[in-house]
Every structure is written in C-alpha cells, then in structure tokens.
C-alpha cells in the first residue's frame, strides 16, 4: 500500500492451523503482501491455499511432523523493507536475542493465546490460533503494518463459524 512516498507492507500472520482452515481467515489475509504461518500447518494444503492470496514463509510446529512438512525451516527470518523479523513456532526455543541480533519483531504460535508485547524495542508477536478452536481461547490471527515509521499490529478475533463451513 503507498501512502504518499511512504511504502507499507501488509503482512497476515497466523499460525496453529491445525490443517483447518477457516473461510474467515482467508477473507480477511487477502490483499496482504505476503503471509507468515507460525507453524503447526497440519496439512500441506493449508500452505498450498494461502499461496494462492501471496507469497507465504512458514515454519515447522510441533504437530508438523509428516514427511511433507520436513521442507519447513524450524525458524526464519523474514527480511522486509526497513524491518527484519524472527519466525519460529515456539517462543520457549527461542536461542537468540532479538534486539542485539536487530531484529524487530519475533513472531511465534504454539500456546493458541494471542498477544502483543514490546520488550527492549522488539515486538513479540502470537496472533493466536485461526485453526480449531482449543478450550475457551479465541480464534484469532493478526495483520503486521510494516513502514519507516515502525510496526504496527492489529489483532483480528473472528466469530464462531460452523466448522464444516471450512472444508478441510
């Protein structure tokens, strides 16, 4: 998206799929830039789908342990314009630290709860689950704004759906 001589970039960002994925989600990830999947795809279809709407960098959680799912990085860094950023499913493995490495954000799933926290000028990123819903926890995923001016997050919690509705 330009805005004046500004570029931003729209990225989706979901993770814990669970080969599940909802009609919602793929209405409110298209127009984004590229798409980042913190792991636990669960089916190789998911990524096939989400390819369809943008580049996609995904990486490997631990319900993906099928031989399709051995091509995915355990974590990637995600080079955008003024910003990297740091992808791995679970934030307990982190082995880094992501501001003196330069990173500004790191974006993780696993635990099914979204959040946003600022530490130390890094942005940690879970935008929940949009796969199955888990105990009470919502069903959420998140569009990362990136531009000169920093980063900007937007956590979407979607409504109940029948989850047939899906078709996976």
């Known amino acids: 998206m330009e805005t004046g001589h500004r ?4 990225l989706g960002v979901i993770a814990d799929t669970h080969g599940f994925l909802r009609p919602q989600v ?3 990830l298209r ?6 999947h913190a792991g636990d795809v669960g089916k190789p279809e998911i990524l096939e789908r989400l390819r369809s709407l943008a580049p996609v960098s995904a990486v490997r959680g631990n319900v993906d342990v099928e031989a ?6 355990q974590t990637e860094v995600i080079q955008i314009p003024g910003h990297d950023l740091y992808m791995l499913h679970n934030l307990d493995e982190l ?9 500004a954000a790191v974006i993780y799933g696993h635990s099914h709860r979204p959040a ?11 935008p929940g689950s949009c796969g199955p819903r888990r105990f009470s926890l919502p069903i959420s995923l998140a569009i990362l704004n990136a531009s000169e001016q920093g980063l900007d997050v937007e956590l979407i919690e979607l409504g109940d759906s ?3 509705e899906a078709g996976n």
């Open 7 to 10: 570029k931003t970039t729209r």
């Open 26 to 28: 793929i209405e409110v």
């Open 31 to 36: 127009g984004a830039d590229r798409i980042l």
């Open 68 to 73: 399709w799912s051995a091509a995915l990085p």
């Open 95 to 103: 082995d880094l630290d992501p501001a003196a490495a330069g990173f």
């Open 116 to 126: 946003v926290e600022w530490n130390g000028g890094v942005l940690y990123l879970n």
């Open 162 to 164: 029948d989850e047939r």
